[in-house]
């Protein structure tokens, strides 16, 4: 079963940020997903257990958009190449690990996080870090 986590911290490190925290399959399905995406011309939509990601191929575009059943993904080609890069990386290491991309909204930066931060009550850190969208999302 694949875990992913998809959350707005108000406080990570200093800073707001999305966190899409994974395990090793939730990593892979991420991944296989934004390279579909960045293949094709139409928006792709994946469903994982009762949520739904869509991504959306916009030129420049760098945004995460977090609703209560959905998770939209706007990226531009070369955002996609520089994530799914970042996650193969993270692949590659099998171990936890985490990278951090620039992205336009609702904040500046997205961590990408493996095997760090997949359960809500695992570190003070999301213990302090106040109200939250989250997803935890599975096949």
Do not use: C
Not at 45 to 52: F, I, R, S, W
């Amino acid at each position: 079963m694949a875990a992913i986590r998809v959350e707005l911290i108000s406080e990570f490190k200093g800073e707001s940020v999305v966190l899409v925290a994974v395990d090793a399959d939730g990593l892979e399905a991420v991944r296989s997903a934004l390279v579909v995406a960045g293949q094709q011309e139409q928006p792709l939509a994946v469903t994982l257990g009762d949520k739904k990601m869509e991504f959306k191929v916009e030129p420049g575009a760098a945004r995460i958009e977090l609703e209560l059943h959905t998770i939209t993904w706007r990226l531009g080609r070369d955002k996609i190449a520089e994530i799914v890069k970042k996650l193969d990386f993270m692949q590659e290491a099998q171990r936890a690990s985490h990278h951090y991309v620039e992205i336009e909204s609702p904040v500046k930066t997205l961590v990408l996080s493996r095997d760090e931060y997949v359960r809500p009550n695992t570190t003070e850190l999301l213990a302090r870090s106040g109200p939250r969208v989250v997803r935890r999302i599975s096949p």
